[in-house]
């Protein structure tokens, strides 16, 4: 998978991920676990995609069906992001912008998995 279609594929999934959070969030009156989530993924998604208009110079192609399971979806961004890392390579901005997202994802995988 080139960068451009990691990128796409993170960004998307975190909006997935945004959406399922947030209605999780709203049938389990404002779970808190996943409000922080959703507050965290729309976030990235706004980070992330600025860094692909800055880099990849166009939009990305962004597909969003709300299938699966919250802790998947994550635990999918997380592989994703690790592969985006090696794969920039010395991107500083995109590379930089994935370690903090990476970071967040991870605390909040745990947390899911507890």
Known sequence: MELKELMEKIISNKIKLFLMCKFKSIEEYKNELYEDIAVSQIKDVETLYEKYLMYIG????????????????????????????????????????TI???TSDERFYFYLIK
């Open 58 to 97: 166009e939009k990305p192609n962004i597909k969003v069906e709300l299938e699966g399971d919250i802790k998947e979806i994550l635990k999918e961004i997380i592989d994703l992001e690790k592969k985006l890392i090696n794969e920039c390579g010395m991107t500083f901005g995109i590379r930089q912008t």
């Open 100 to 102: 903090h997202c990476l």
